[in-house]
């Protein structure tokens, strides 16, 4: 693999979801290498909220607006000018989906088309990457990693919604984007974790809050199977892939982005790991609530990011959590967060 993230200095780079967890660390990632990155989201989805709280506004060009908004959305893409389209606003949240499935398919199918539009009537863009997420698939409930050429179905409206964006991006690829004027690709990833994740309804945002609280930790799905990573491997893969077929569009294509086997861990576990380095005796109580539908065991297989790019993941899910939990603590002690998001960068890339 020849990717180093110093490809994206004075790259011009349109960035949709920038004021979202997943955003906030990427934009980062890009101003630390001195790409010239406009974002364009709602605002911060959570107060507290990453954005916020580790200045990104002063590090990018931010655009507040719906992705639902076709002509706000054109006005910030055109005055961009972007060379590099990351595409990741979305209404992220299983739950959430189950309360506003209208908002959930608005947001990410048509805001899947509206970006898709800004791309297909540009001159500009080279390529384009959707991120998705591994719930994308019909799932089985095997005992193995689903691959890129499984079928595509997801179940509730939030997964089902993103299964829709892909076939959406599938279908630009193929109508309007044949002559290979822009590379297009998709990006399926596993669960992330990390520092400055305030989302409701995630397992690592309950642990800090209660950890902070000095209260048990509530787990409502103790034995739910996911592929947990640190926010920084998708991110980095994302970046890679984006570069990659910039250079060269024989890249283009659809990829899971996951980590090892290894790091399929149960909820339970994972919290265990949380427990075992925040310390202070915390202690986590098993609450499952039923509620609504959600896959008990799902994994990835990304052989095939794997054997294109030479990528392996940087850190397995202890020294993930580890780094939760030294975020976490600099952020409740007013630690300086950019200095702290800046030294996870360097120490995942180096």
């Keep these: 693999m020849n990717f180093n993230l110093s490809f994206y200095k004075e790259k011009r780079v349109f960035v949709t979801g920038h004021t979202g967890f997943k955003g906030s660390w990427l934009c980062k990632m890009l101003a630390n290498v001195g790409a010239i990155v406009t974002g364009y989201s709602l605002n911060p989805p959570t107060s507290p909220s990453l954005f916020e709280i580790a200045a990104i506004e002063q590090d990018i060009h931010s655009v507040i607006g719906d992705i639902r908004d076709y002509s706000s959305l054109k006005a910030a893409f055109d005055g961009a000018e972007p060379e590099i389209v990351l595409h990741l606003a979305a209404q992220p949240i299983v739950r959430d989906s189950y309360k506003a499935p209208a908002y959930t398919y608005e947001t990410n199918v048509m805001g899947t088309v509206n970006i898709l539009e800004c791309v297909r009537n540009s001159t500009c863009v080279k390529s384009f990457l959707n991120v998705t997420t591994d719930k994308v698939y019909l799932n089985k409930e095997w005992g193995w990693g689903y691959r890129e050429n499984e079928e595509l179905d997801g179940y509730d409206p939030y997964s089902n919604s993103k299964s829709c964006?892909?076939?959406?991006?599938?279908?630009?690829?193929?109508?309007?984007?044949?002559?290979?004027?822009?590379?297009?690709?998709?990006?399926?990833?596993?669960?992330?974790?990390?520092?400055?994740?305030?989302?409701?309804?995630?397992?690592?945002?309950?642990?800090?809050?209660?950890?902070?609280?000095?209260?048990?930790?509530?787990?409502?799905?103790?034995?739910?199977?996911?592929?947990?990573?640190?926010?920084?491997?998708?991110?980095?893969?994302?970046?890679?892939?984006?570069?990659?077929?910039?250079?060269?569009?024989?890249?283009?294509?659809?990829?899971?982005?996951?980590?090892?086997?290894?790091?399929?861990?149960?909820?339970?576990?994972?919290?265990?790991?949380?427990?075992?380095?925040?310390?202070?005796?915390?202690?986590?109580?098993?609450h499952y609530d039923g509620g609504p539908h959600e896959a008990n065991f799902l994994k990835l297989d990304c052989s095939k990011l794997k054997t294109t790019f030479g990528w392996k993941p940087h850190w397995n899910l202890d020294k993930a959590i580890a780094m939760v939990v030294e975020w976490s603590k600099c952020w409740v002690d007013n630690g300086d967060i950019r200095v702290c998001m800046d030294n996870e960068i360097r120490e995942l890339v180096v």
Excluded at 169 to 176: A, E, Q, V
Aim: aromatic letters at 14%; a negative charge.
């Design 165 to 286: 964006s892909e076939l959406v991006t599938h279908s630009y690829k193929n109508s309007f984007f044949s002559d290979g004027r822009v590379a297009i690709s998709t990006a399926r990833a596993g669960n992330v974790i990390g520092g400055g994740d305030f989302a409701n309804d995630r397992i690592i945002p309950d642990c800090i809050c209660a950890a902070i609280k000095h209260e048990d930790i509530v787990v409502r799905n103790p034995f739910s199977t996911r592929p947990y990573q640190h926010v920084l491997e998708p991110l980095y893969a994302y970046l890679m892939i984006a570069a990659m077929q910039y250079e060269d569009g024989k890249y283009a294509g659809y990829y899971n982005v996951g980590p090892d086997d290894v790091d399929c861990f149960q909820t339970g576990a994972l919290v265990d790991l949380f427990v075992k380095h925040w310390g202070d005796d915390i202690q986590w109580i098993n």
